[in-house]
């Protein structure tokens, strides 16, 4: 799934850049605030649409400027090649382009962009709401399954109607939003418990291999009681939702729960220990995707030496290796990386003041 080329325009400090990149590893190194990180947001913009350091793009965009461009070429080893660009204005407006045509969503380009941050915060997967943990799941259904995106829309505007009848008190209506709102409901419990049944021994085995010391569960929550039906628990919550205005239980409300010995993993482990359970998490949801779709996923890993050391480096290093797939990594030193890969598998670039520049490996 290799970005082949990237062009980049009014991010941050970043003068205007065109990169040929490496399939394998494409290692940036320079010193801080030289503009490492904003490569990497550049790709996040593409393939989330939105950045991972800010809600608010107006930071991203470059002083002065009135717009930031990203083009680039993607090779996909089932899906073909394409070209994306993506131009948003100062203003606002923003078009997204796939092979010249415009899109109308973002979960195309996202489709095609199988992106993986690994950074310094990271570990707010763990220690963060519900909703990231529970967005964690669906970006690994959403890529190996392609109705669910469909079958989401569907609960979301269930969800939507039955809050609204609550908020109206419309009592007549509202056991026939409530049915409608159960059948999509279980629909989306079931993709994303299909998921994790087969996603927990790819997991267990990455965090084997990245961090044996370390042994966390994964608990699945759907979004209510698990010992009740989603139909008695909406009875009883029946007033409350009334008096609320809006659905208590449901799949909006699922979540993925992580513990060491019963208690939330956040409290118990180091921040190193987090990282590498988040890279665990990260990594083997690639690994899946890689097994059911045939496709790879594009791994960012900013800032390799926070929080670990030269050991779990290594091993996280050697497991992106292992999978074969397109990895950035920055750095702010030259990390010694011939041991993990060849120099014909790999880039070098060198970022000072916003300029990019490739060097030999
Ligand atoms: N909107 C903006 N316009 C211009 N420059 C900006 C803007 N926002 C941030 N910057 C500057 O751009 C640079 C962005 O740096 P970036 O975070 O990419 O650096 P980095 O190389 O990842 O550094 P570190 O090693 O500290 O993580 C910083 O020097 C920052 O001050
Ligand atoms: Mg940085």
Redesign the pocket.
């Known amino acids: 799934m290799p970005i082949r080329q990237l062009k980049v325009s009014g991010?941050?400090?970043?003068q205007p850049l065109d990169l040929s990149l490496h399939s394998g590893v494409n290692f940036i190194y320079?010193?801080?605030?030289?503009?490492?990180?904003?490569?990497?947001?550049s790709i996040v913009l593409v393939a989330a649409g939105k950045s991972f350091?800010t809600s608010q793009l107006?930071?991203?965009?470059?002083?002065?400027?009135d717009r930031i461009e990203i083009e680039m070429n993607v090779e996909d080893e089932s899906l073909g090649e394409c070209h994306l660009d993506s131009l948003r204005l100062k203003g606002g407006d923003h078009l997204l382009k796939l092979n010249g045509s415009v899109l109308t969503s973002q979960a195309e380009a996202s489709h095609w962009l199988p992106v993986q941050v690994i950074d310094?915060t990271t570990f707010r997967l763990l220690s963060g709401s519900p909703e990231e943990r529970r967005q964690f799941i669906d970006w690994g259904v959403f890529h190996v399954e392609h109705s669910f995106m469909e079958q989401w829309k569907t609960f979301r505007k269930q969800l939507k109607q039955r809050n609204s009848v609550l908020k109206q008190k419309e009592d007549e209506w509202l056991s026939v939003w409530t049915k409608g709102f159960i059948e999509s409901a279980l629909v989306i419990d079931q993709y994303r418990r299909d998921y994790l049944k087969r996603f927990k021994p790819e997991f267990e085995r990455i965090l084997a291999a990245l961090d044996p010391d370390t042994k966390v569960q994964l608990a699945y929550y759907p979004g209510w009681d698990k010992d009740s039906e989603l139909a008695d628990v909406l009875e009883r919550q029946q007033e409350r939702d009334m008096v609320l205005g809006y659905t208590q239980a449901g799949p909006h409300r699922a979540e993925l729960r992580i513990k060491v010995d019963k208690q939330p993993a956040a409290e118990i482990l180091s921040r190193g220990q987090q990282k590498t359970v988040v890279a665990a998490l990260k990594i083997a949801q690639g690994a899946m995707f890689q097994q059911e779709s045939g496709r790879r996923t594009i791994y960012l890993v900013?800032?390799l030496a926070s929080e670990l050391d030269e050991k779990h480096r290594f091993a996280l290093c050697k497991l992106l290796e292992d999978l074969k797939c397109q990895v950035f990594i920055?750095s702010?030193d030259k990390e010694k990386l011939t041991d993990i890969w060849k120099p014909e598998d790999a880039c070098l670039f060198h970022?000072e003041h916003?300029c990019v520049n490739q060097e030999s490996f």
């Open positions: 991010v941050r400090n970043l320079g010193p801080n605030g030289s503009g490492k990180t904003s490569i990497l947001e350091r107006k930071h991203v965009l470059t002083h002065d400027a310094p900013d800032d920055t702010i970022v916003g």
